[in-house]
């Protein structure tokens, strides 16, 4: 008998799961996916628009991340009775900061992605780590931070965090604790893995700064309150996260050198899997190591919102259909919202280039396409000319990957073949860095 209720026993016991949780400007989006990477639920809630209290700014609260981030993770639960979620990863928009005491107890808002107010901390940070383009712009974690210790101070024990790092945080009761692909842009170094000497001069406060984690560690089982809130299971583990680009690159099912993904949304994102770091300040280049690889990129201001500037979605879907992929036009268009380049050519004061302008309307349209994908194919050779290899095969998001014209037309100038992601949603690349986690982590 006993042996018989052991195995019973046995029978009943789940199968595992694995959560991703992805936090963007307008919503928190999350996925339950099993050990075959199948996808078994998913539940999504939208967050209030971000906040501008002035010129340049961009904030949301956190406690609305919070709220967002339990109902998402309350309702993957009950979704997913059958199986015993083991682990769950945080995803969210790259450059976002704020403020924690020791407790956790946000002290700031959330400054956003693309808050633009630390336009002088950015400039000095050109001067100090001239090597380091991701430190370059008014929207990196570095130039808030230096923004906030300048003008409303920076109480004592205060710990800077991520949106990701700080949800992950809430969830398991550990603080301080950052990964390497969001502390990137807070002036960590992934290839010596520690924060360089020249932040000394940045007179930062003691224990500002996280202790920083290889993407895909441990960080604790989640906290009890928050399993009953939740109805996650104890023991399951709170792994470190990482920012949404890199989540949507794995979500893509990028896993050797030489595959890319291009995302076609309202700008154009070329990225590719690389075994060694590159970089270039020049062209805003720079590499997140990801399960002892690198994801290398760099973004163009074209895209899809120099289209929406002229063409509505229904005009491109109507127009696309009567476009010939295997025919070229004699346009040479460079098309862009508005003046300035920054990938694959450096030009701040480049003009869009976009006449002459057909009466045909369709004959506009191909000729805008023709010349964004010309601009992915100079990308990605920019990439490989600062060593990263030209791409084997390229995966495509965004809004523009359902443009089957597009796609043929982009795989023939490329010479590469030319897909759909795997998965769209940054929330499944999340999933499978929990189900990693659990991986190394066993093999640790």
């Known amino acids: 008998m006993a042996a018989t209720g052991t195995r019973d026993a046995a029978l009943r016991v789940k199968p595992p799961g694995f959560i991703g949780i992805d936090l963007g400007t307008s919503g928190c989006r999350g996925v339950c996916i099993d050990e075959t990477g199948h996808v078994l639920a998913s539940a999504q809630l939208p967050l209030s628009p971000s906040r501008h209290p002035q ?10 991340w919070w709220r967002a981030a339990l109902t998402v993770l309350g309702e993957l639960c009950e979704r997913v009775p059958d199986h015993q979620v083991l682990a769950l990863a945080v995803d969210g928009t790259s450059g976002t900061l704020l403020l924690a005491d020791q407790q956790g107890k946000a002290l700031t808002p959330g400054l956003m992605y693309d808050d633009r107010r630390a336009v002088e901390e950015a400039r000095r940070l050109a001067i100090l780590a001239p090597d ?11 130039a808030k931070l230096m923004w906030l210790q300048q003008h409303s101070g920076i109480p004592a024990g205060a710990r800077a965090l991520h949106q990701s790092e700080w949800i992950s945080a809430r969830l398991c009761g550990i603080w301080g604790i950052g990964d390497e692909n969001n502390c990137l842009k807070l002036g960590y170094d992934p290839v010596e893995q520690r924060w360089p000497d020249w932040l000394a001069k940045l007179e930062l406060p003691e224990g500002l700064l996280p202790q920083v984690h290889p993407v ?8 009890p309150d928050i399993a009953a809130r939740t109805g996650l299971p104890a023991q399951c583990q709170v792994v470190c996260g990482t920012t949404d680009s890199t989540a949507a690159a794995l979500a893509a099912g990028l896993e050797r050198p030489g595959q890319a993904l291009t995302s076609l ?5 070329c990225k590719i899997l690389v075994d060694r770091p590159v970089q270039s ?3 805003g280049i720079y590499s997140h190591r990801i399960f002892g690889q690198w994801l290398a990129g760099g973004a163009s201001n074209s895209g899809g919102a120099v289209l929406r500037q002229y063409f509505t979605q229904q005009e491109i879907q109507h127009l696309s259909q009567r476009l010939d992929p295997r025919r070229s036009l004699c346009l040479e268009y460079y ?10 050519i450096n030009d701040a004061h ?11 309307r369709g004959r506009f349209l191909q000729g805008i396409l023709e010349g964004i994908a010309r601009i992915e194919v100079l990308g990605y050779r920019k990439l490989e000319a600062l060593g990263a290899g030209y791409p084997i095969e390229v995966s495509t998001s965004g809004r523009g990957a359902a443009n089957a014209y597009w796609e043929k037309l982009r795989q023939r100038l490329l010479g590469r073949p030319v897909t759909a992601a795997r998965h769209s949603e940054p929330a499944y690349g999340a999933a499978l860095i929990a189900k990693r986690g659990i991986l190394l982590g066993r093999e640790g």
């Open 216 to 223: 895909g560690t441990l960080m604790g089982r989640l906290s």
């Open 350 to 360: 480049m003009q869009p280039r976009l006449h002459p302008v057909p009466r045909d």
């Open 265 to 269: 949304g309202s700008t154009l994102v």
């Open 132 to 142: 380091q383009p991701a430190l370059h712009t008014p929207s990196s974690s570095l």
């Open 55 to 64: 010129e340049n700014r961009a904030e949301q609260q956190p406690e609305d």
């Open 335 to 344: 098309p862009l919202p508005a003046p300035g380049e920054r990938f694959p």
């Open 281 to 283: 300040s020049v062209y």
